[in-house]
């Protein structure tokens, strides 16, 4: 008998130590009808989760379910040491664009520490929206559709995300995050359907994806430091850009970015940086684009430091940034315009530190041209086109 008892007394303890808890989003009213709204299931599934003092895991089982409204998941007073989503189903907004057109994110994280996402398909049915945008008629601007805010130690593994209103995913002001093996698609004509975007976040590495879009395939924004982009394939799509930086007067700058590996597949720009012509004292220093595969790309490499779509709001002004120390090394592969590498860096404030090494491009089956403006640096190793630098 006291063998016993200490037995159910040591299970216990075991079990307190050591347990993790999961909460089935079902057990809380989630239904996978893609119909029913899901949206409180998964947030009591948050609160418990965030509330246990052992580490949490919220599991959602396959099916569709319908995420109605904006969701936000507050890491606000969490007791968990770590949360982790396991996704075998997929998440659906409505697909009348006006239920999220209007919120910033749909599937909002903010203030959350150790949060995992495991497998999933977020799916946001984006294509009501782009057919307003695209038909000129007045629309709401649209919802980023997974979003982290002031968070630190996130992995975001295998998920999918399907047609977004605006960006796939952001991460705004967070700290040591990890995306790999994602997958991101939205048709090449879609607006505004960033795959990636970052901003003010350091520590983040983007590992193992696919991205499909109609807009950037990665973009880093102001502020972002130690990132490390590595076997991305990225097209349809705007290509990976270190930008649009430069917009405000006041702006913290971008350092050590390493773009590692890489594949665009069609898309209009490859390895891109731009800034604004607009006085700023933002910068970019020390980043390592090395080793690229181009495919028929239209701008594969380019600085582009006299941003200004159609001549609006730059008012004759060369652009503040200062870019510095950015390496290109073992690129190679197709362009799809005959200037494969472009340097337009602003007048007031010119580029320095270029280094091209082992570049290799070419338009048509000839050697492409490169172009600089503004533009200083090295060369060195096998180069087509021959530096202008
Ligand atoms: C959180 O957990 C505490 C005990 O650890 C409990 O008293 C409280 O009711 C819980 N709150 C919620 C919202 O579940
Ligand atoms: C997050 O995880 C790390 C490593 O396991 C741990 O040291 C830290 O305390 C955790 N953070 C929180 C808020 O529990
Ligand atoms: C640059 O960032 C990488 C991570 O992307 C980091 O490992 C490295 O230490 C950083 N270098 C400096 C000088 O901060
Ligand atoms: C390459 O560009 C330079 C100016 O940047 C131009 O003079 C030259 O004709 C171009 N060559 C070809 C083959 O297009």
Not at 15 to 39: E, H, I
Not at 82 to 100: E, K, R
Not at 337 to 365: E, Q
């Amino acid at each position: 008998m006291v063998i016993k008892h200490i037995l159910v007394l040591l299970f216990l303890v075991f079990r307190l130590s050591s347990a993790k808890v999961t909460y089935n989003v079902q057990s809380f009213g989630a239904k996978p009808d893609g119909r029913s709204d899901s949206k409180n299931a998964f947030l009591k599934a948050w609160t418990l989760s965030c509330n246990s003092t052992s580490p949490a895991s919220i599991y959602v089982p396959a099916g569709r379910y319908l995420i109605a409204s904006a969701l936000t998941f507050s890491g606000q007073g969490c007791k968990s040491r770590a949360i982790t989503f396991n996704i075998a189903g997929t998440l659906v907004a409505p697909s009348s664009y006006n239920a999220i057109g209007n919120a910033q994110v749909w599937i909002k994280f903010y203030i959350v520490k150790n949060v995992t996402i495991n497998g999933g398909t977020l799916d946001a049915q984006g294509s009501s929206l782009w057919a307003c945008k695209t038909s000129g008629k007045a629309c709401p601007k649209g919802s980023t559709t997974l979003g982290f805010y002031h968070s630190q130690n996130i992995l975001i593994s295998k998920l999918r995300s399907l047609n977004s209103q605006m960006f796939h995913m952001l991460l705004y002001s967070c700290k040591n995050a990890k995306i790999q093996g994602v997958s991101i698609v939205a048709p090449g004509l879609s607006p505004n359907t960033d795959g990636i975007h970052l901003t003010y976040s350091t520590g983040i590495t983007i590992l193992s994806s696919k991205i499909s879009t109609g807009d950037d395939c990665v973009s880093i924004g102001p502020g972002n430091s130690n990132i490390w982009i590595e076997k991305v394939v990225c097209g349809p799509g705007h290509g990976i850009s270190i930008g649009s930086l430069g917009w405000e007067r006041e702006e913290p700058g971008v350092q050590n970015v390493t773009v590692k590996t890489t594949t665009f597949v069609g898309t209009t720009n490859g390895l891109r940086i731009k800034a604004w012509a607009r006085s700023s004292n933002g910068f970019v220093n020390g980043v390592y684009f090395k080793g690229a595969t181009m495919m028929n790309v239209k701008f594969p490499i380019i600085i582009d430091g006299n941003y200004c779509p159609n001549n609006n709001n730059c008012p004759n002004e060369a652009s503040g940034v200062k870019i510095s120390n950015v390496m290109y090394e073992n690129v190679h592969g197709t362009s799809a315009t005959r200037v494969a590498v472009k340097f337009d860096c602003s007048k007031g404030n010119p580029c320095r530190g270029i280094v091209l090494k082992d570049v290799d491009l070419k338009f048509g089956g000839q050697p492409a041209n490169s172009s600089c403006s503004y533009a200083a640096g090295t060369a060195s190793g096998l180069l087509h086109p021959t530096s202008c630098l």
